[in-house]
């Protein structure tokens, strides 16, 4: 009798422990886990860190950007992360691109916005040994490793020679740009300088900044057809300028005296130009940029030699495009 007792007991004395043993193991195991640095985990799973930055987050035509790279890094295990600010802040800007340099990225897409600002900075990233591409915007004079995106001085000259075409070679042009101070946008308003210059019946008579807000640039369309109501033309630079010239003309003036060139090809934009609010439109490739600067950043990486600089393709769409040239966007996003 005793004896069974003493075996029952080593029994649950022995389950006991083998139970505390399991659970002592398990959290253990968890603890440590939960410590690693989220980069450890990553480099089991993933081939490469790598992050976007855009100037603005939550911006559509920079999601479309997001979802080419996350296309493009899913096919490579990579580790995508799409950091910047929530609105256009260039110091935030330039303040993710320190972080991410600092938390040891295999590389960093971004924009290069401004020589002053962006320079000296993807200068000192890329000298530490962390590669960047310039996407969208290229910062030519820096030691980026290549610049994937619009040739941005021909697709505002392409806009200048289509509202000369558009408007007969008669138009007073107000321009509402996504910032006086950025290379892209300088370069857009270069472009369609140059593109209308020596034509006699085109007249710029008015030009402000929209910080690449939809509300700031209907603001400035409203104060311009206010001091300006010569003016018979816009020209909106960057993807929410269009649209919101488009909600200022529709309520305040009648829409068949007004020309408006837009710039990309979102949904609101399109919209526009089905009502004929917006005549035209450039168009860009963002998807395009994103899917390819992963991809050429792999190159690089892997030692490969990549073009210095790619222009994705740009063009003008009118309503008589529309249903053909969208189904060619959708076959690109796919
Ligand atoms: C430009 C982007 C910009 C966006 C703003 C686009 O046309 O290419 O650089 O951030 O407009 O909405």
Redesign the pocket.
């Known amino acids: 009798m005793g004896s069974r007792w003493s075996v029952l007991a080593y029994v649950v004395g022995a389950v006991c422990f083998v139970i505390s043993c399991s659970i002592a193991v398990f959290y253990g195991y968890k603890v440590l886990t939960h410590q690693l640095p989220i980069e450890n985990k990553a480099q089991a799973k993933y081939q490469y860190h790598f992050v976007l930055v855009?100037?603005?987050l939550d911006?559509e035509?920079?999601r479309l950007v997001e979802k080419g790279a996350r296309a493009a890094a899913m096919q490579n295990h990579v580790l995508l992360e799409y950091v910047g600010p929530e609105q256009a802040n260039i110091d935030d800007h330039l303040k993710t691109i320190q972080m991410s340099a600092a938390s040891k990225v295999d590389g960093i897409m971004t924009?290069g916005l401004s020589d002053q600002q962006f320079t000296p900075l993807i200068n000192r990233v890329v000298e530490k040994g962390i590669p960047v591409i310039t996407v969208?915007?290229d910062a030519a004079n820096s030691k980026r490793l290549a610049y994937i995106g619009?040739d941005n001085y021909f697709s505002g000259y392409m806009a200048g020679k289509a509202l000369i075409a558009d408007t007969n070679g008669k138009a007073n042009v107000a321009i509402i740009t996504?910032s006086f101070y950025k290379n892209?946008q300088q370069q857009r308003v270069k472009g369609f300088e140059d593109a209308v210059k020596s034509e006699p019946g085109i007249h710029i008579v008015a030009e402000e900044e929209s910080n690449?807000s939809r509300v700031r640039a209907a603001e400035k369309a409203y104060q311009i057809l206010q001091s300006h109501p010569e003016v018979t033309a816009f020209f909106g630079?960057?993807?929410?300028d269009g649209i919101g010239i488009a909600e200022v003309v529709e309520k305040y003036k009648s829409k068949d005296h007004l020309y408006i060139m837009g710039?990309?090809n979102l949904p609101e934009t399109i919209a526009y130009i089905r009502k004929g609010t917006i005549q035209a439109t450039v168009v860009?490739q963002p998807f395009q940029m994103g899917y390819d600067a992963v991809n050429m950043m792999i190159d690089i990486i892997k030692g490969r030699e990549v073009q210095t600089v790619v222009h994705t393709n740009t063009r003008i769409m009118r309503a008589k495009d529309l249903t053909k040239l969208q189904q060619e966007d959708l076959e690109g996003v796919r």
Do not use: C, K, R
């Open positions: 855009p100037e603005e911006n035509y920079w924009q969208d915007t619009t996504g892209h690449i630079t960057s993807a929410l710039f990309d860009q």
